[in-house]
């Protein structure tokens, strides 16, 4: 039996994993970690399968959102520095 996942699950969870989990695509949680906002049957349907509450999915999303902007301005300057 599942029991809950945490906000920080979900920050790292693959998005496959969550797919298995949910039954929801895995293009989807993609989405929902680049600003695409979460629906409130999606969120409800998401919280019951991971046995959550609905807050603290949206708290595991904003912990991705951050992390794929970090990564981003990170891959940006190593960029900058790569190129001639």
Known sequence: MLTAL???DIRYARNVDLQ???????????????????SERNLG?????????KSEVLRGFELRRKD???TAKITE????????
């Open 6 to 8: 945490t906000a920080e």
């Open 20 to 38: 298995k989990l949910t039954g929801i695509h895995a293009s989807n949680f993609a989405a929902w970690s680049n600003n695409r906002h979460i």
């Open 45 to 53: 349907a998401i919280a019951q399968a991971l046995g959550m509450e």
């Open 68 to 70: 794929n902007q970090t």
């Open 77 to 84: 300057r190593i960029e900058a520095l790569i190129a001639p």
